[in-house]
């Protein structure tokens, strides 16, 4: 489920997106690639260097690994960490994407 970050005006989200990963131009005709494993919200594949997923790193909606139930443990341990109120503001940000890399990195090790 795509948070209001990650969704367009359409209601529709905008992850996962598949390309060129973190990158410059320090010239109009040359690009650099970045250290790729230091950017949240990005996945190399390593059959393309270079190339990979993006998703959103606030909520994980996108990210190759993650599956819908997953996506939905994250926003349901943030609302609970979060506690009552609106799920809203610089609190909630920082729960959702905190949830979202202890997730990640559980499916990594290969539990959920």
Not at 83 to 91: I, K, M, P, Q
Request: hydrophobic share 30%; charged share 15%; net charge negative.
């Amino acid at each position: 489920m795509p948070c209001e970050l990650c969704t367009d005006p359409d209601g529709v989200g905008c992850f996962p997106l598949y390309g060129l990963g973190p990158h410059s131009h320090p010239t109009p005709t040359s690009t650099v690639l970045e250290e790729q494993t230091a950017y949240p919200g990005f996945t190399p594949n390593p059959d393309e260097p270079g190339m990979g997923w993006h998703w959103c790193p606030r909520c994980g909606d996108g990210h190759p690994s993650l599956s819908e139930a997953d996506l939905l443990g994250i926003q349901m341990r943030a609302l609970d960490a979060f506690g009552t109120g609106s799920a809203e503001g610089e609190l909630w940000d920082q729960l959702l994407a905190a949830e979202t890399a202890r997730t990640i990195q559980m499916v990594a090790r290969g539990g959920a």
